[in-house]
């Protein structure tokens, strides 16, 4: 039966924007669209290089069984109307580099990328991808003068995902039964929490000796520098692009699922002003709630530190942006 009405019918697809279409922000956009989770606008400085990338994943759909658009653009204008815009743009790690010695050149990067964007996609909610992490995500949320449930950093959803894939190697057991959480930022601070990770609910500590479980903790907070190491031409990037995915996922469809979220604090954990990594249940309106675990003394201890970490590098970055 045809409609009365002679207005077309308009269906408001949800959009992503990816800003940086290096390894990252492209297999980011490839996830996005292959899990039929929305359009995908994938924005780069370099001429070319996000529309060849837009036109090979659009080659792939039929073979994927996908209709979602994807745009490659040079232009933040194309990026109007977007739900989420993920930051990955940004120098990436090189052998021997920490994640803070990005800081000078990607300061400036993630700054004007959230401005330009958030520009064109005022209500968007925001996830930081670049390293380093928490700091990134601090400036950011500076920048757009956004309440913090709407803007995080992915980081603690990697962290955990490798703490994860460590034990299940360990063990021998399937990936997927492995629970685990990891706290703090993102870097050899971070606070892998040996006694809430489990196998199919048999806690680790209980199948795996201290001394292992403490190898498989520092194996995890150095996880993104063995790969780096390895490589010596980049650092990860599937497992990255896995883990803000389902951040994504769990956005768009309001699954409020409980994830490691670097996230502004506001006297949760003792906290305050300062980002870094703690659960948060995600849904469709970014953050809805930040759990507070309760932590023994030298887990607390440890989170602070880590803490104190990014807020020193926070007051770094602040002074490299005000030219000092």
């Known amino acids: 039966m045809s409609s009365s009405s002679d207005s077309p019918i308009v269906c408001n697809l949800p959009r992503v924007t990816i800003i940086g279409a290096g390894r990252v922000g492209s297999t980011l956009a490839q996830r996005i669209a292959e899990k039929n989770l929305a359009d995908v606008v994938l924005l780069d400085i370099i001429p070319g290089m996000p529309q060849g990338l837009a036109l090979d994943l659009v080659e792939a759909r039929g073979i994927e069984l996908h209709n979602r658009q994807i745009i490659g653009t040079n232009n933040y204008a194309d990026t109007f109307g977007s739900q989420i815009v993920v930051i990955t743009a940004g120098i990436p790690r090189k052998p021997g580099m920490s994640r803070d010695d990005l800081l000078k050149t990607n300061a400036k990067i993630v700054v004007e990328a959230a401005k330009s964007a958030i520009a064109h996609s005022p209500n968007a909610i925001f996830i930081v991808v670049t390293n380093p992490l928490d700091v990134m995500t601090y400036l950011a949320w500076q920048a757009t003068s956004l309440p913090r449930d709407r803007i ?164 770094r970055a602040q002074e490299i942006l005000a030219g000092g």
């Open 152 to 315: 995080m950093g992915m980081a603690g959803v990697l962290d955990s995902a490798r703490f994860e894939t460590f034990i299940a190697l360990e063990l021998g057991v399937l990936p997927a039964d492995v629970k685990a959480m990891v706290l703090g930022s993102h870097g050899d601070l971070m606070v892998p929490l040996a006694r809430y990770a489990t196998v199919n609910g048999v806690p680790v500590t209980e199948l795996l000796d201290a001394a292992t479980v403490e190898r498989l903790v520092e194996r995890t907070r150095n996880g993104g520098a063995e790969i780096v190491e390895l490589m010596q031409t980049g650092g990860a990037f599937f497992a990255p692009a896995s883990a803000t995915s389902v951040m994504v996922e769990s956005i768009l469809l309001n699954q409020s699922r409980l994830l490691p979220v670097a996230t502004y604090l506001q006297g949760e954990y003792g906290l305050e002003d300062v980002v870094i990594g703690v659960p948060c249940n995600l849904g469709c309106g970014g953050i809805a709630r930040v759990l507070e675990l309760g932590l023994t003394d030298g887990e607390r201890e440890a989170l602070h530190t880590s803490a104190q970490s990014v807020r020193e590098n926070i007051v």
